[in-house]
């Protein structure tokens, strides 16, 4: 059981990207006229995450998340951070978790680096909470119903220590422990949730990766036959298992056929992933604004990276790819797809990475 716990109240968006569409809501006074710097809590900067919550004259008192933190500390380390938000009807509930993160007694300034990536809202740039990226939980905003109300006192920052002007109060106390054990009950639960999307997800790449290995294997026993032209060994492609992901559900209830040429048998559909699965976080690996439903061909075009969109969604074709390979692929050059407010992030990401390696690549010379 995690000792260190603190309540963080924010105010309430979808993704906490920094979008220009999704900025806080219900966040206090302070968001009606400016924009709550909470609006990037959930925007991965290379593996780390900055949290921000308002809290009074900017301070966090350590010691009231851990009553043996040295009174002068700058920071402490391995909290549980629960982040709630009051949705723009109902009630106050749970929207994710930082685990083992790092909270800081004052505010802090994001690099540099990181600077340069909230180009929305470029003065939003402060923060008193970190966490890796591997430790941050978003719940996605059409998930996060009844079993995530937590009736928190209505403090932006809730030590849950129990604590009457700095006195123990029994009835405090117990319906402090009450709350903490419940936050850290939820979060439990969800996380092997996502764990086990995750495991879902691996598998379908894997059973993706083995029919390629099969194709590649049949290919070449066919080549070999032909070759020989004595008796063929036949190598029967496996049956194709059908992925049952949540994350290939939710994209062909969204798309229900490739994005690109609108085949629409589900069996030769495949849920792509547009930032990189290695690059994803545990949030990003089963957003479903991370992924696009393709066929084999129009995936493997996404996945290597020869063909991205713009800022409109309009294609980007790679100079590698010939004319012909166009004609063969069935890539028309002026298509265009959707751009939506949660996918725009993936876009530019997967975009970005296409024109690195475009960089790198020789013009097609037919
Ligand atoms: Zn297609």
Redesign the pocket.
């Known amino acids: 059981m995690c000792s260190r716990v603190l309540f963080c109240n924010i105010g309430w968006t979808k993704y906490y990207r920094g979008q220009i569409d999704d900025i806080p809501k219900n966040g206090g006074g302070y968001n009606e006229n400016n924009i709550g710097h909470e609006c990037y809590n959930f925007f991965n900067n290379n593996g780390v995450y900055f949290g921000y919550v308002q809290s009074k004259e900017n301070r966090i008192t350590l010691s009231k998340i851990d009553a043996n933190t040295d009174i002068n500390a700058d920071s402490l380390d391995d909290v549980l951070v629960v982040w709630t938000a009051t949705p723009p009807s109902g009630k106050k509930r749970i929207i994710g978790w930082y685990e083992h993160a790092t909270v800081y007694s004052t505010l802090q300034i994001v690099p540099d680096d990181v600077k340069q990536n909230r180009t929305n809202f470029n003065n939003c740039v402060e923060y008193n909470i970190k966490a890796e990226s591997s430790n941050v939980y978003l719940i996605p905003e059409n998930e996060r119903g009844e079993d995530y109300y937590l009736e928190t006192p209505g403090r932006n920052v809730w030590f849950a220590d129990g604590k009457d002007n700095g006195k123990v109060n029994k009835e405090k106390r117990e319906k402090a422990e009450k709350l903490k054990a419940k936050a850290i009950e939820l979060f439990d639960i969800y996380k092997s949730k996502i764990n086990n999307q995750i495991s879902e997800i691996e598998n379908e790449i894997a059973t993706k990766t083995e029919q390629t290995q099969k194709q590649k294997e049949l290919i070449n026993a066919q080549i070999k036959a032909l070759e020989n032209l004595e008796g063929s060994d036949v190598i029967g492609l496996g049956k194709q298992r059908k992925g049952q992901g949540l994350f290939r559900n939710q994209l062909i209830e969204k798309y229900g056929k490739?994005?690109?040429?609108?085949?629409t048998n589900k069996q030769l559909l495949i849920a792509s992933h547009l930032k990189s699965w290695a690059d994803s976080d545990k949030n990003e690996k089963v957003d479903e604004n991370n992924g696009l439903l393709?066929?084999?061909?129009?995936?493997k075009l996404v996945d290597k990276y020869m063909i991205s969109f713009d800022e409109d969604g309009k294609i980007l074709i790679s100079k590698a790819l010939s004319t012909n390979d166009l004609i063969l692929m069935?890539i028309v050059v002026d298509k265009k797809i959707k751009i939506t407010a949660g996918n725009e992030y993936f876009i530019r990401w997967h975009r970005n990475k296409f024109y690195e390696l475009e960089e790198q690549r020789k013009p097609s010379k037919d």
């Open positions: 490739c994005c690109l040429c609108g085949i393709l066929c084999p061909n129009h995936d069935n």
